[in-house]
């Protein structure tokens, strides 16, 4: 796809923005049954099944990861569609799809047909329920997505949302545990395909922003999502409390200056949104004064979108008990100390407060072209999985291709050979 | 090791820098056995040796990579003094090691005998030459250092660096990739106990700065041996052509902006070494200019090491042949023209005045306090698992524990209990 035409998308997307998203009534992670297994643990009665590519993969672990993320993308949405996946079938289209032609994967992700979506995501959701028992997973279907399940829609109600969930994913830890990995490979290739096209410095570019609560394990999707991405074309940012030369700006001052250029994947670890919640939540500024910020943002992020910055926007969402598990962890080992601070107790505290502030960000904010999504996060092996989709599903859909040469190849081989 | 200690030690390296490294004539890289395989290829004679670990890794990759990471800690060192490495012996140790207590290796590393290093090294580099049948390496001994192997000593000329030999490896390319994927967990953890350190705005930072010709693998680096920590605790600086404001400034000025803060990885994509490298070759300055870099370099580096940053030099060699070959390939693969600019080719037609201003940097820069380290290049996955065994050995001779809680623990846990 050429540059101009990725721009007017842009552009299109940018006209959507800020208008609250309409359809459907379907809350986002309602799809639940999950267990009361302790915190990580494999989903009781999956455990033992695993995704059949645990044995000989003789080759180094970064050539397997790439040969099997190859494979999902041919195999495994396959197997959404239809409905139903076996274990056994799974197993077997595995063990065969050596011989089928990679690239095909890939021609499909270029040429889909975006209105089918619907439709397919349908049939997907319907294969993962009755696919119950198997420990496969259907995302690598480029039209099946964890954004669609996830996105907060217009009437999500966060308090009706099972933190423990894994909605999508029929696996269990141990397999989101291959299947991130195989993610990072493909993660690695559609970055830098992004960094490739904003060379010349008009490509598209990428905001992964990051929300939620103490321990919600933003930490881990920093460091397994987003670390297995070329540092070179990653402008990270943590937002912290702001600093006296922030403060003499507006609050949306150090955001803009945060955005990713061309070509950049932005990662956001906390970000304006603290504006409208702990600033809310600690009454830190009249009510008069947050509340003319969520429009402030939306048009904040309307601008974004018109330069050709996808913004995904994710709230890792997990439960009050989870957060007392977690902290009461960083308690009992010295290599979390660091982690803990007394504070922490404090705002813990407000935890309604904060619910009730997270709830207004989606109902303001989650537009046509920022939504957000909402993911289930008691589980960080699933956390960490459904954040590396919706972000992949995201590069995917900028169908990116490798930039044209700049240079006549010809001459310039020549031109080498000489030397 | 308390942190006012860690200062100190910084100090006391201050102190050395800038004086040139004395001792010996030995120059790096010179053990060479490397043949004539193509760019990347595996050795010939061992492709078909393994490191032992290939099979009945039936878990998750990451649990494979952290539990393999630890084996190497307490065994592979051992094989490395023992000086004579069978590879049969190797899978023996490898088969039985689960049953061994896996904090050996750290309790060792922390007390280990710093005066008996020279002695452990010499045998090590024995242990590794009369090995040379076998697939294992002998890196996880923390008194064996690439670092040291690879040390640009007094004396090395670089015209006699064989750029594709893989000194201080006895393993090929595949036990390379599962080496670097075992020392991507070890980096992680050690990543995040340095960032753990620098909470409280006075712990050690580490800076790894890499040099190198264009496709010498700086991007490879960036990848696979940065890429496996936490963007969050890493300051990442690619230097490009200085802008007007940066013109405008000391050639040091931007460099200084983008040392690492406590706790953090700072790396530096080219570095200060670039004004006089290709700002010598091109005669951007006069020469008494760029001759009074190297001095005020020195003194700008003993000024870090004496902040507690811990200054790692990595120049990556590589032969114009192999120069050759991979711009030809940037030419040949749609994938690689984004690579390409084809004002590489007048920069390659300067290769021996390039060379002779790495000498030169050599000769002038590398510091008992801030050695350089020149590694052998035209095997992408020796330089990657050198230049990432190199950056763990500092680490780990940080000696990093993780910090004490700066709270009671007990008054916590009783506040937390309460909510």
């Not at 890939?106 to 349908?122: H, S």
């Not at 003499?248 to 670890?269: E, N, S, T, Y």
């Not at 207004?360 to 046509?368: Q, R």
């Given at each position: 796809?050429?540059?101009?035409?990725?721009?007017?998308?842009?552009?299109?997307?940018?006209?959507?923005?800020?208008?609250?998203?309409?359809?459907?009534?379907?809350?986002?992670?309602?799809?639940?049954?999950?267990g009361?297994?302790?915190?990580?643990?494999?989903k009781p009665g999956t455990a033992s099944k695993?995704?059949?590519?645990?044995?000989?993969?003789?080759?180094?672990?970064?050539?397997?990861?790439?040969?099997?993320?190859?494979?999902?993308?041919?195999?495994?949405?396959?197997?959404?569609?239809?409905?139903?996946?076996?274990?056994?079938?799974?197993?077997?289209?595995?063990?065969?799809?050596?011989?089928?032609?990679?690239?095909?994967?890939?021609?499909?992700?270029?040429?889909?047909?975006?209105?089918?979506?619907?439709?397919?995501?349908?049939?997907?959701?319907?294969?993962?329920?009755?696919?119950a028992t198997?420990?496969?997973?259907?995302?690598?279907?480029?039209?099946?997505?964890?954004?669609?399940?996830?996105?907060?829609?217009?009437?999500?109600?966060?308090?009706?949302?099972?933190?423990?969930?894994?909605?999508?994913?029929?696996?269990?830890?141990?397999?989101?545990?291959?299947?991130?990995?195989?993610?990072?490979?493909?993660?690695?290739?559609?970055?830098?395909?992004?960094?490739?096209?904003?060379?010349?410095?008009?490509?598209?570019?990428?905001?992964?922003?990051?929300?939620?609560?103490?321990?919600?394990?933003?930490?881990?999707?920093?460091?397994?999502?987003?670390?297995?991405?070329?540092?070179?074309?990653?402008?990270?940012?943590?937002?912290?409390?702001?600093?006296?030369?922030?403060?003499?700006?507006?609050?949306?001052?150090?955001?803009?200056?945060?955005?990713?250029?061309?070509?950049?994947?932005?990662?956001?670890?906390?970000?304006?949104?603290?504006?409208?919640?702990?600033?809310?939540?600690?009454?830190?500024?009249?009510?008069?004064?947050?509340?003319?910020?969520?429009?402030?943002?939306?048009?904040?992020?309307?601008?974004?979108?018109?330069?050709?910055?996808?913004?995904?926007?994710?709230?890792?969402?997990?439960?009050?008990?989870?957060?007392?598990?977690?902290?009461?962890?960083?308690?009992?080992?010295?290599?979390?100390?660091?982690?803990?601070?007394?504070?922490?107790?404090?705002?813990?505290?407000?935890?309604?407060?904060?619910?009730?502030?997270?709830?207004?960000?989606?109902?303001?904010?989650?537009?046509?072209?920022?939504?957000?999504?909402?993911?289930?996060?008691?589980?960080?092996?699933?956390?960490?999985?459904?954040?590396?989709?919706?972000?992949?599903?995201?590069?995917?859909?900028?169908?990116?291709?490798?930039?044209?040469?700049?240079?006549?190849?010809?001459?310039?081989?020549?031109?080498?050979?000489?030397?």
């Amino acid at each position: 796809m050429a540059k101009t035409s990725k721009s007017k998308k842009a552009a299109d997307r940018a006209d959507e923005a800020v208008e609250t998203l309409v359809r459907g009534t379907g809350t986002a992670a309602a799809t639940s049954d999950a267990g009361d297994a302790a915190s990580d643990d494999a989903k009781p009665g999956t455990a033992s099944k695993g995704t059949g590519k645990d044995k000989d993969q003789g080759t180094a672990e970064q050539e397997i990861a790439r040969d099997t993320a190859k494979k999902s993308k041919n195999d495994k949405g396959k197997k959404a569609k239809d409905g139903k996946a076996k274990d056994d079938k799974a197993k077997d289209d595995k063990a065969s799809k050596k011989s089928k032609d990679d690239d095909k994967g890939k021609k499909a992700k270029g040429t889909r047909d975006k209105k089918d979506k619907g439709a397919k995501r349908e049939a997907a959701l319907d294969g993962a329920s009755s696919a119950a028992t198997t420990g496969s997973l259907a995302f690598g279907d480029p039209d099946f997505t964890f954004s669609e399940t996830l996105r907060a829609e217009r009437g999500l109600v966060l308090a009706d949302v099972d933190t423990r969930a894994t909605p999508g994913y029929e696996g269990d830890k141990k397999s989101a545990a291959m299947d991130l990995v195989e993610g990072q490979t493909e993660l690695s290739d559609l970055q830098e395909r992004l960094w490739a096209n904003g060379k010349d410095g008009d490509g598209p570019s990428v905001l992964l922003l990051v929300q939620g609560m103490d321990t919600s394990g933003k930490g881990g999707i920093m460091r397994h999502v987003v670390g297995a991405t070329d540092p070179g074309g990653v402008k990270y940012t943590a937002f912290k409390a702001p600093t006296p030369e922030e403060r003499a700006h507006d609050f949306l001052w150090r955001i803009d200056r945060a955005l990713p250029d061309p070509g950049q994947l932005g990662v956001f670890d906390r970000s304006q949104y603290e504006d409208v919640l702990v600033v809310r939540v600690n009454e830190l500024i009249p009510r008069s004064e947050w509340m003319r910020r969520y429009a402030q943002i939306n048009a904040f992020e309307r601008a974004a979108l018109a330069r050709g910055i996808t913004v995904v926007k994710v709230m890792l969402h997990i439960s009050s008990d989870e957060q007392k598990a977690r902290l009461g962890e960083r308690l009992d080992r010295p290599d979390k100390y660091y982690k803990y601070n007394p504070g922490d107790i404090a705002e813990r505290a407000r935890w309604d407060d904060y619910m009730e502030a997270y709830q207004a960000v989606l109902a303001k904010t989650s537009t046509k072209g920022a939504p957000w999504h909402v993911v289930p996060a008691d589980r960080k092996w699933y956390a960490r999985l459904a954040v590396q989709q919706i972000l992949l599903e995201h590069l995917r859909g900028l169908d990116l291709e490798w930039p044209a040469a700049t240079f006549d190849v010809a001459t310039e081989q020549e031109r080498l050979a000489q030397t």
